[in-house]
T-cell receptor, first 116, second 111 residues
Framework: GAVVSQHPSWVICKSGTSVKIECRSLDFQATTMFWYRQFPKQSLMLMATSNEGSKATYEQGVEKDKFLINHASLTLSTLTVTSAHPEDSSFYIC????????????FGEGSRLTVL | SQQGEEDPQALSIQEGENATMNCSYKTSINNLQWYRQNSGRGLVHLILIRSNEREKHSGRLRVTLDTSKKSSSLLITASRAADTASYFCATDAGNTGKLIFGQGTTLQVKP
């Protein structure tokens, strides 16, 4: 199956700093990538849809200035958590679909963010 | 927003037994998918069933879909300790890849 790589897998930062998380499709082109957030023992909440070459579409309640998404190429999308606070600590997961758009998504391994 | 509900929330069985998880959703869908997540890891796609399909098999997995009841079930037969994980259903309303996930079922298979 297609491979999606996320980096870093975990990061610890101080409150007020910004953190960038990368999501790469390694062996396929992803015109669309999705960013999810998952709190402990909870389900995945869709944050935004990242489209290559255009602005991301954010879900209701997600602050676009807080969570900056850039999808500069067909294989890379980045999520930047700006001015991070302890409540932003979470597990962030990206996913991507192939151009065939079979409906199946491929997920990265996730990035665990801890804000001190 | 979450549209799926799954039950049970947690399930504990002995190795060799079958495990059944149920998922209900609220709106019309194009397809429904089941994913598995090991603790602290990403998601692994298990199976996709389209709205015009009623049942699908993949190895020890059997998925059913009842669009009239807006529900789906995942059956894992002859469970193994390695099947211990959380299982999520996810629905795609527009074939856009934008998935809405259910709350998940945590399965523990005891050796």
């Amino acid at each position: 199956g297609a491979v999606v790589s996320q980096h870093p897998s975990w990061v610890i930062c101080k409150s007020g700093t910004s953190v960038k998380i990368e999501c790469r499709s390694l062996d396929f082109q992803a015109t669309t990538m999705f960013w999810y957030r998952q709190f402990p023992k909870q389900s995945l909440m869709l944050m935004a849809t990242s489209n290559e070459g255009s602005k991301a579409t954010y879900e209701q309640g997600v602050e676009k200035d807080k969570f900056l998404i850039n999808h500069a190429s067909l294989t890379l999308s980045t999520l930047t958590v700006t001015s991070a606070h302890p409540e932003d600590s979470s597990f962030y997961i990206c996913s991507a679909g192939t151009k065939k758009n079979t409906g199946e998504l491929f997920f990265g391994e996730g990035s665990r963010l801890t804000v001190l | 927003s979450q549209q799926g509900e799954e039950d049970p929330q947690a399930l504990s069985i002995q190795e060799g037994e079958n495990a059944t998880m149920n998922c209900s959703y609220k709106t019309s869908i194009n397809n429904l998918q089941w994913y598995r997540q090991n603790s602290g890891r990403g998601l692994v796609h298990l199976i996709l069933i389209r709205s015009n399909e009623r049942e699908k098999h993949s190895g020890r997995l059997r998925v059913t879909l009842d669009t009239s009841k807006k529900s789906s079930s995942l059956l894992i037969t002859a469970s193994r300790a390695a099947d211990t994980a959380s299982y999520f259903c996810a629905t795609d309303a527009g074939n856009t890849g934008k998935l809405i996930f259910g709350q998940g079922t945590t399965l523990q298979v005891k050796p």
